[in-house]
């Protein structure tokens, strides 16, 4: 069984930029959720895709996008890339049904894309 | 609003001994799922152990378990037996009941002293 993968690993962009990362959910997981970690920080939830759609939000302004694809993998994008966006970006996938997380549902993330903003 | 606090940034024990993390959680939700996820230099998360309010008996797994208390609103994890590779940040996490989010503490930095 594949677990949740990220890549790239590192990054280093400038200030205005956009940026793409990605994450392959790990097999049988149809929801991916993404966090952002700052330095010394508990992950902050950004947003949580369930069948190619958002299904929730945290508080995040909407220059921070992302997409689902049909295997289930997701895209997180960030454009006009501000200093304050330098963190460590986690994806998280789960098995959850109707988009929402019961149960024993819980969420297994990734080793997550180091995002610096220069 | 959902909180979590770890009031307790860093912590150590020596090798063999036991550790107690502490969690407390602010919900007005009745029923509500906690977990413990730890995260060594690798960066990785790792579930270490999870907790379903409703349930009264306190969850165990191997060397860890943990002290819920829903009064309270404290959610402790116990670590006996501490191995070298306890050495990590430890998160505590809730969850609501029907929820698509994971509110996390600020972690516990955990330092296992050979």
């Known amino acids: 069984e594949t677990g949740v993968t990220q890549s790239p690993t590192h990054l280093i962009k400038t200030r205005g930029q956009q940026v793409t990362l990605r994450c392959s959910s790990q097999s049988g997981h149809n929801t991916v959720s993404w966090y952002q970690q700052a330095l010394g920080q508990g992950p902050q939830f950004i947003f949580q895709?369930?069948?190619?759609?958002?299904?929730g939000r945290g508080n995040f302004p909407p220059r921070f996008s992302g997409l689902q694809f049909p295997n289930y993998s997701s895209e997180l994008n960030v454009n006009a890339l501000e200093l304050d966006d330098s963190a460590l970006y986690l994806c998280?996938?789960?098995?959850?049904?109707?988009?929402?997380?019961?149960?024993?549902?819980?969420?297994?993330f990734g080793p997550g894309t180091r995002l610096t903003v220069l | 609003a959902q909180t979590v606090t770890q009031s307790q940034p860093e912590m150590s024990v020596q090798e063999a001994e036991t550790v107690t993390l502490s969690c407390t959680y602010d919900?007005?939700?009745?029923?509500?799922?906690l977990f413990w996820y730890k995260q060594p230099p690798s960066r990785q998360m790792i579930l270490v152990i999870r907790q379903e309010a409703y349930k009264q008996q306190n969850a165990t797994e191997n060397r860890f378990s943990v002290n819920f208390q829903k009064a309270a609103k404290s959610f402790s994890l116990k670590i006996s037996d501490s191995q070298l590779g306890d050495t990590a940040m430890y998160f505590c996490a809730f969850s609501p009941p029907i929820g698509n989010q994971f509110y996390f503490g600020t972690g516990t930095s955990l330092t296992v002293i050979p």
């Open positions: 998280a996938s789960s098995p959850t049904r109707s988009g929402r997380m019961v149960g024993t549902d819980t969420q297994y």
């Open positions: 919900t007005s939700e009745s029923n509500y799922y």
């Open positions: 895709y369930y069948r190619e759609e958002e299904n």
